[in-house]
């Protein structure tokens, strides 16, 4: 670890600037107990920082690369992260061209506001998701996306945005999924939830005041129990102590995504 600090000069009455160069070499860090975390593994990286820091923050450019890190039984190799950082804003690249994970992440990630802001762009070429440990059952599961994500909230319930898929493709043992676009928009606050999706497959609308949380619990209790008899238009209660949560679904051409599943 180096770091080097040199004072610049400032118009009187200015806050006192600094320009800072930073260097960082970290080997076999053990992600996993520092963040206690099951899913993570040991992680070696390299990074360097070139910019500026006073009594008003911190800003420049940084440019690292990620030798390998362990993430859910599965390791990944040679991740570049460039882009500009502003106090506690990130703008750049997150890149990743080697098996199992090849994608261009794209954007900014802004938490200077009491309500973080993601405004981003995932270009996945592949992803294998067997290799990835998140589909064990299928030897063949690969999957490619372009996505974009504007998102505002600090948690899953006061999130508001909407992200957008498209190109989405999914090869498994025996056929190809594809999908044209798929829409999820999210409008929230503290005593209220609406969230719709748009798809090939089927739409969705969601509102009440139910936690997405509970929501995603009732909607794999119900996928379980009603999946095999699903009419083409489904309304039922998402149940909340606080008041009626409503969820409509309609049900379009979903063979092929049963087929995969």
Known sequence: LRALRTPLNVEKGQNPVAALQAHADLRHVKLGHLLASEVLGNATLSADFDGRVSQGGVWGDIA??????EFNGCEYKDIDVRGDVENKSFTGHIISKNAPLDVDIAGTANFNNQKPLFDFTVELKDADLHAMNINKRDSVSHLS???????MGSNVDNLNGRMVVNRGRYIYNTDTLASSIVELTAQSDENRRSLSLVSDFADATFTGPTSYVDLAKYLQE?????LPGLADKDERYAGSDMGYSALSLKVKDIDPLLDAV
């Open 64 to 69: 690292a690369r990620v030798l390998d890190v």
């Open 145 to 151: 996306l372009r996505a974009n994500v504007y998102a």
């Open 222 to 226: 119900a996928m379980r129990k009603y």
